[in-house]
Each structure stands twice: as C-alpha cells, then as structure tokens.
C-alpha cells in the first residue's frame, strides 16, 4: 500500500511537470498560475503545494527533469582524459546541438527556458538559477581554452574569460535564434561552423 501511493504521488509529479512544460510554452512563465497547471494536469492545486514550494520551484524541477544541452556538452568534456580538450568540447557541442534539435521535450523546456521567462519578482529564483547556469558554463568553457592553449603551446588573443563568454554568447544566441525560427536555418551544422571560425579568431584553429 506504501509503495503504491509512493509510485502514486511520483505519476502526480510527472503530470504536473508535463503539464507545466506545456502551459508555460502556451503562455508564458509569468501568464500561468499555478490554478492553470493543476487543471492541465488533471489534479488540484493543493497537489501542487505538496510538490513544490511555489511557481518558480515547479520550474526549476522542470528544467532539472531535462538535462540542458550545454550542460551535458560539459559533461562529456570533463570526461575526456586528453591533453587538448577541443576536440572533446566541439563533439560534445555536436551532440547538444543535436539534441536540441531531435528531443521534443529538450526542445520544449529550452524554449520555455529562453523564450517564455519573464523576470518579475516572483519569478526571482528563476533569475538566479539562469545567471547560477551562466556562470558555471563560461567558468567551464574557460578552463577547457586555457588547457587547449597550454596543450597547443599558443596564447590566446584575448583574455580566457572574454573568449569563454563570447563562446558561451555564440552558442546560446544560436539556439534561440533557431528556436524562434526553426525553418530559418540548420542549426548544427551552421552553429558548428561559426564555432570553428570563432577558434580560430582567438588563436585554437
């Protein structure tokens, strides 16, 4: 009897988390209430609250359900045991720009994430977690440049934090560029292809 209810309480979760990726690509983050995804997801709003602790924390657990593109690009590279990086970090890039593309629900969730998030303030925590995301990845993307450069034996044209946040800029202007107008252009190979360029410009091509 434990168990069902168990399994019974973690179906509700995903329900809401399905209905809440729909809702808030329908309306916006800021244009749901929490009354919205409760009658989506076929429940009561008092299940929400036995889930999450507001709106902005049924979105966090949405995004944390989908493990983000870039996220899971600096997941294979810290992988790789190679001197030189880069050749890991532009396959792994490979692999998330095909991911955006092929997954419906990674899709769905990145463009809930880019493109219907408004900062009000009950959406603060939501903020926080895209600056935190942000910051982790131009961090990261700076480590793997600094250890290409040492690896190659060549010096960066610009300082390491500027090329990991051009990268990073690059990349996610990409994605929702695409994301507003898939039909405009092939993402992976375009995207790919100003990346190298882009290496090229800082001294790794």
């Not at 809401?16 to 808030?24: G, N, P």
């Not at 929400?48 to 989908?66: E, P």
């Not at 463009?111 to 961090?139: F, G, M, P």
Request: aromatic fraction near 6%; include cysteine; hydrophobic fraction near 45%.
């Amino acid at each position: 009897m434990v168990r069902r209810t168990k399994e019974e309480a973690l179906a509700t979760r995903h329900a809401l988390l399905d209905a809440a990726e729909h809702v808030f690509l329908a309306q916006g983050v800021a244009g749901t209430s929490l009354n919205d995804i409760a009658q989506a997801a076929g429940t009561t709003r008092g299940a929400i609250y036995w889930h999450f602790k507001d709106k902005a924390d049924l979105f966090n657990a949405m995004m944390d359900r989908v493990a983000m593109p870039l996220q899971g690009a600096l997941s294979l590279v810290d992988a790789q045991p190679e001197d030189d990086p880069l050749p890991g970090l532009k396959k792994a890039l490979r692999a998330a720009l095909r991911q955006t593309v092929n997954d419906p629900q990674t899709r769905r969730v990145f463009e809930v994430a880019t493109h219907k998030v408004e900062y009000v303030d009950s959406l603060c925590a939501v903020r926080a977690r895209h600056l935190q995301i942000r910051n982790l990845w131009t961090d990261r993307f700076r480590h793997v440049l600094l250890r290409s450069a040492q690896a190659r034996g060549v010096k960066l044209a610009v300082p390491a934090t500027v090329a990991a946040h051009g990268l990073h800029a690059l990349l996610d202007g990409f994605i929702q560029n695409w994301l507003l107008d898939p039909g405009a252009f092939e993402l992976e190979p375009i995207a790919l292809k100003a990346v190298d360029a882009y290496l090229r410009g800082i001294g790794l091509g």
